[in-house]
């Protein structure tokens, strides 16, 4: 069943960074997070990293990138006329505001970590077997959640997938016929993949048990709290 778009307005697109100038600000825990994940997809981006301090272990990820550099400095707005795309990643909140407005002014893009509001776009939780990249998104509900979604498309999708999408440009080419009898055949060719052993019944049956679990658990764990909360001191003292 199709959820209606409203659940989730985002637009999802799949970006050439290799060919944008990164801003990155903020060379700690999150930075690093933030870094891991654009060089784990495009590992030949310009990535700018600014920041007063930077992790041992972001100094090494930037190492083995010869097109990431660091710059161990305050933020300015300045650094804004060289990026096409910014990612804030600092302990400070007011900075990020000033980044945001900054960023909306130069008319680029701003992802400020873990800060919805301030976003123009989020990252993805991200499956990749060879060529086939998916991107979850659960539009900033729970990135737990996406990240679970991950594990299960990681593990549902043949590796052999990618096999496949290697031979298929050289199958297209190969065809005759006009363009409807192309997408005809390639549509016959690939039929068998949607009824393969990724996709069996038993799979999805298995997630659906999954998920509900975890949502009795969370709403144990939950009820846990509050009775705890309502039996603590501090709340005996504020019942009549
Ligand atoms: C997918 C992934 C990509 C990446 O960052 O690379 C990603 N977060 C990941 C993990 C993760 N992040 C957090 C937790 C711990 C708990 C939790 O779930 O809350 C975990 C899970 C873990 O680490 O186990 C903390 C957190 N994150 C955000 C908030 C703020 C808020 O929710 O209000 C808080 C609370 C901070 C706090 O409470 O202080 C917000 C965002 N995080 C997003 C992306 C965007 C929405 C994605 C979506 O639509 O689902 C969005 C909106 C903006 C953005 O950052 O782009 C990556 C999974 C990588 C993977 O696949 O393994
Ligand atoms: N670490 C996590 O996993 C995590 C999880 C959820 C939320 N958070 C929140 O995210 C924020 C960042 O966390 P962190 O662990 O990455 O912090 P951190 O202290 O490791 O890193 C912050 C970085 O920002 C840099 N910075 C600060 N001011 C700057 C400026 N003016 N110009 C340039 N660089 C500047 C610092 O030098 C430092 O490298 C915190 O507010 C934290 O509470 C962190």
Redesign the pocket.
Known sequence: MLSPPSANPLFPVFLKLEQLRVLLVGGGNVGL??LT?ILRSSPATAVTVVSLTFLPALRELAAQHPKVQLREEAYTDALLEEADIVFAATDDPALHARIKQAARSHRLLV?V????PL?DF?????VQKGALKIAV????????V??RV?AVLEEALPDELDAVLQKMPAIRQQLAGDFAAKVRTLNQVTAGLAGGPGFEVPATRRWRRLALGALLTAGALAAVQVRSLLSSPASKKLSP
């Open positions: 997070e933030k994940a992802n970590a873990d800060t919805p976003c989020y990252l993805s939780s991200v998104s659960t539009n900033g509900q729970s990135p737990t996406a990240k991950r």
